[in-house]
């Protein structure tokens, strides 16, 4: 998370956030997100139980295959996201949990993207994260989560801007 990478770190001079938490130090994304309403993800997660080299147990989540365009990628053609669904990669439960321990973007110019139709992370949700972080705001309507794939156009003119600006 960039929020966390990026501070302190004197080569980072502006942040893009795309269809993204824009969380603060102390905050967890699983408090965050239930913020406002129209998240879908929990429901289309799998859990599988991993061991972790201590003997304790992690979780890693997959989004269920039946659901991934839906939640995730709807403005992708269904062909594109039945490969996505086959070919995801997990990530782990603590992403929900684990604390935030830096916020970047207190220090580091930002931008946003909000996607309009995003049913992961609820566009209000980025909103509100990217105004309280003095963002740059550009909404994409009817985007999906996948939206640097679907309008890759608008993310690469915001990521232009970002760089110009702090040059």
Excluded: C
Excluded at 81 to 102: G, H, I, Y
Aim: hydrophobic share 40%.
């Amino acid at each position: 998370m960039i929020a966390n990478a990026a501070a302190g770190n004197p080569n980072v001079e502006a942040l893009v956030y795309v269809a993204a938490f824009v969380p603060d130090k102390g905050e967890k994304l699983g408090d965050l997100i239930q913020r406002y309403p129209g998240s879908e993800i929990q429901a289309a997660l799998n859990e599988v139980p991993f061991p972790n080299p201590d003997g304790s147990t992690g979780i890693d989540l997959y989004l269920k295959a039946d659901r991934l365009r839906e939640v995730f990628a709807a403005d992708l053609p269904e062909k594109e996201t039945e490969l996505m669904a086959a070919e995801q990669r997990p990530f782990s439960a603590s992403s929900f949990t684990d604390t935030t321990t830096d916020a970047a973007w207190r220090t580091i110019p930002s931008w946003g993207v909000v996607a309009g139709s995003h049913k992961s992370i609820p566009p209000a949700l980025e909103r509100f994260e990217y105004q309280r972080a003095n963002a740059r705001i550009t909404e994409v309507p009817g985007a999906s989560h996948l939206v640097m794939i679907s309008h890759p156009d608008v993310v690469e003119r915001v990521i232009e801007q970002a760089a110009t600006a702090t040059r």
